[in-house]
């Protein structure tokens, strides 16, 4: 188990340091000059652009600028953002709970719903429940994310909020402010599972379609088990397997599956905050943002290989 471990933690090693190595160089290829773009519409000169291009370390060689970044990392410094002249992980900390709060719910409704809707579509194969659920959930998984948001926003008009997380003038107790973000979070949450639930819905049928016939579902029948127990006990949990691995790749990819449902839906979250550094572009926030969420990723990886080893007796006997 130490040596398993081990070799999983420096896998997820290897892959971070090259998640560093990528967020600087990627960013830089994106077009447009921060610089450019923080002085548009304002009277300055070319001694004041040089100036400031000297306080945010942009005329420095790219080795230079490459250098900076890595020491600062290795310190726990993301750098100072361009647009909110902030520190880069205030910033992060500031719109992590608001992003965590709706995908994480969405996510949990998602998956149960997803797994609900497999079990039951596969036990059922070729019934009517099966075709309509798989054909629904195919229809909404090949709708964009951004385009249903605006759709359900249209379709119900003032009954919950299109925007932000909360109202102003909400009384600042906490029912109160319970209530008002969760009023706001409808429509973002509705939209990120009739996109995110299909996937639940397609890989649990097919796994556990896979385990229908298996002999040791013929032998819990022939001991005379009701049909509700083999699927319950003995189908269910061996077709649980690849969906594990699923859930906890989505649970990385949360927040960076977020930035265009928090963007129609101006949800202050991280998604939201990528998508204004991108604008920039704010070379310090698109990097650090990009850093934790590939960050995310690859630790839900590593949990994903683990929680497979725990559930999966053949994992742990190879």
């Known amino acids: 188990m130490t040596r398993y471990l081990a070799g999983k933690l420096g896998g997820a090693l290897v892959s971070l340091v090259l998640v560093v190595v990528l967020g600087f160089l990627l960013f830089r290829v994106i077009p447009g000059d921060p ?3 923080m002085t548009r519409g304002r009277p300055v000169g070319a001694e004041q652009i040089a100036e400031l291009r000297a306080r945010l370390g942009v005329d420095k060689p790219l080795r230079e600028q490459f250098v900076d970044y890595v020491a600062g990392v290795l310190r726990g410094d993301l750098g100072t953002s361009y647009v909110y002249s902030r520190p880069v992980l205030e910033l992060i900390g500031e719109r992590l709970w608001p992003t ?24 059922r194969r070729g019934s ?3 075709r309509v659920s798989t054909g629904v959930a195919l229809t909404q998984w090949a709708m964009p994310t951004f385009w249903l948001g605006m759709l359900l926003s249209m379709a119900t008009g003032d009954l919950f909020p299109s925007g932000g997380m909360r109202y102003p003038d909400t009384p600042p107790d906490f029912l109160s402010q319970s209530v008002d973000v969760a009023h706001h ?28 016939h298996a002999d040791y579902l013929t032998t819990a029948r022939a001991k005379g088990l009701r049909d509700d127990l083999v699927r319950r006990r003995h189908a269910v949990p061996n077709a649980l397997l690849p969906t594990v691995t699923l859930v906890f ?14 963007t129609v839906f101006s949800w202050p979250g991280l998604g939201l905050l990528t998508y204004e550094a991108l604008t920039g572009p704010d070379l310090p926030l698109l990097q650090g943002t990009f850093v934790v969420l590939a960050g995310a990723v690859i630790f839900m990886n590593v949990l994903a290989d683990l929680a497979y080893r725990v559930l999966d007796p053949r994992v742990r006997a190879a």
Do not use: K, N
Request: net charge negative; proline share 1%.
């Open 35 to 37: 610089v450019v773009t």
């Open 100 to 123: 965590l709060l709706l995908v994480g719910t969405a996510t949990l409704l998602a998956v149960a719903l997803g797994l609900w809707l497999g079990i039951r579509g596969a036990w």
């Open 128 to 130: 009517r429940f099966d």
């Open 185 to 212: 979070l409808v429509l973002p949450c509705l939209t990120m599972i009739a996109v995110v639930y299909a996937q639940y819905l397609l890989v649990m049928r097919s796994s556990l379609l896979e385990e229908m």
């Open 249 to 262: 790749l989505h649970l990385g990819l949360v927040v960076s599956g977020a930035i265009t449902v928090e």
